[in-house]
């Protein structure tokens, strides 16, 4: 399993019981792979948002202005995300590996 063998869960609480009930969450590896790339996408974007603002050189109206650090930002954090993207390809390409020996070349 590309996350190391544990089964992801979510707890959930009832009126009246006493616990928490364990509710296994089902992803698919690519869906997975979609929500890694994604969250590094988006964390890159606000990490980058400072960045693409102290670089501007126009004087524009401040809602302009966030607009294209926002734009830009989303720009500059595509590498991240193709890096990300790679990185959890190969390491689920590695667990089919592990999963399917037969198939290999």
């Known amino acids: ?9 979510v707890v959930t609480d ?8 364990m509710v296994p969450v089902l992803m698919t590896p690519l869906a997975i792979v979609a929500v890694r790339v994604a969250r ?8 980058l948002i400072p960045v693409a603002l102290m670089t501007s050189t126009s004087d ?16 500059w954090a595509v590498g991240p995300a193709v890096i990300c993207l790679l990185q959890n390809s190969v390491e689920l390409l590695a667990a089919i ?5 037969w198939m290999r070349a």
Do not use: C, H, Y
């Not at 590996?97 to 020996?101: A, E, Q």
């Open 1 to 9: 399993m590309p996350n190391g063998g544990i089964t992801p869960t």
């Open 14 to 21: 009832r009126p009246g019981e006493s616990g928490g009930r």
């Open 40 to 47: 590094t996408w988006l964390q890159s974007v606000l990490g």
């Open 60 to 75: 524009p109206t401040p809602a302009d202005l966030f607009l294209r650090a926002l734009l830009t930002a989303a720009s």
């Open 97 to 101: 590996d592990v999963k399917t020996p």
